[in-house]
């Protein structure tokens, strides 16, 4: 898995109290421009989701995850799935994704004024 936040992933990750987002592109025609996206979307977004790309060769996870489209964003939040994003996209759609997601878990709790 490459970090691309510069840490160390580990699996005790997705259980921490910090959102992840874990992207899978495998390594093909779209490849890098969709490394560029999320290379971009975690720069801007790098104080509020640590962000993880799985390695096309680590078994385990596309397993685990039941990840087999490409490429897949998922968001995780205190280990559990809160949303999964499948097909290319822009920094635009796959930050949009990351906000609803991680605000739908940062605001679970509180009273909302209408």
């Known amino acids: 898995m490459i970090g ?3 840490y160390k992933f580990s699996l ?11 992207a899978y592109i495998r390594r093909d025609h779209i490849f890098r421009e969709q490394l560029q996206v999320l290379e971009t979307v975690a720069e801007a977004m790098r104080s509020s989701i640590k962000v993880c790309m799985v390695d096309e060769n680590f078994n ?3 397993i685990r ?5 490409d490429p897949t964003f998922i968001v995780f939040s205190k280990g559990k799935e ?8 822009d920094s635009q759609m796959l930050s949009v994704f990351i906000e609803e997601n991680v605000h739908e878990f940062s605001d679970m709790g509180k009273k909302k004024n209408l």
């Open 4 to 6: 691309l936040n510069t």
């Open 65 to 69: 995850f039941e990840i087999v489209g």
């Open 12 to 22: 005790d990750d997705l259980n921490g109290e910090d959102p992840v987002l874990l």
């Open 82 to 89: 809160k949303g999964r994003l499948l097909g290319r996209t």
């Open 60 to 62: 385990e996870i596309l």
